[in-house]
């Protein structure tokens, strides 16, 4: 198949109602979109380099989805037929800086799009997964479980996000959709080491870099 090139992903705020609680937030009434740039896109492999004017850089552990056939305005059928494969990603964000925006009721891209906020793992399949509902992600940092919850508890699935979000912005080919982060997020230190796990079969790790 031909390499595809992302565009950008787009990813989706308050999916799983255990972080809604964490962070004090309000249940959406329909899903809430913010856009990451190719700049944000990192190998998950990679080192992860803090930004300088943060002190307060949360890990999101989230599925990423792979659009492979352009998508404006579809419907469930369209989407399954479009996404070809997904991965491990994380959904980096500068709390303390998202928090001061949002107290000031401004947009909270600084907090959320910065260079390498998306560390994004290797492609699986989608075929090789099986039902996405039945996966379950899982962090550990220092060993230590941060996060985890099965894909059957987001408010909206993975397929419903990606036609929603297919109304507002057409999807092209490469172009990635992260899901949502279950309960547990907090934040990184230089050193950190990272296990992220996909049902438990697909594992990646990563760490914090000295910067």
């Known amino acids: 198949m031909t390499q595809l090139i992302p565009t950008k992903a787009v990813c989706v705020a308050r999916n799983w109602r255990g972080h809604i609680r964490e962070l004090g ?36 552990v989230e599925l990423a989805l792979r659009i492979d056939q352009r998508l404006c305005g579809a419907g469930l059928e369209q989407v399954a037929q479009a996404v070809g494969a997904v991965a491990l990603a994380l959904d980096l964000t500068a709390r303390d800086v998202q928090n001061r925006l949002k107290a000031q009721g401004l947009p909270w891209e600084k907090a959320k799009s910065f260079d390498g906020s998306l560390p994004l793992g290797p492609w699986i399949p989608i075929t090789e997964v099986g039902p996405l509902e039945e996966l379950e992600l899982r962090l550990e940092v220092n060993e230590r479980l941060r996060q985890q919850g099965k894909l059957a508890l987001m408010i909206h699935s993975p397929f419903a996000l990606v036609a929603e979000a297919s109304r507002y912005f057409t999807l092209e080919p490469g172009d990635v959709v992260l899901t949502g982060t279950p309960e547990g997020v907090a934040s990184l230190r230089a050193g950190d080491k990272l296990v992220l796990t996909l049902s438990g079969h697909w594992r990646q790790e990563t760490r914090v870099a000295h910067d």
């Open 25 to 60: 937030n309000v249940e959406p009434s329909e899903p809430t979109f913010f856009h990451k740039p190719l700049s944000a896109f990192r190998p998950l492999s990679e080192p992860i380099h803090l930004p300088h004017w943060s002190s307060e850089v949360h890990h999101e």
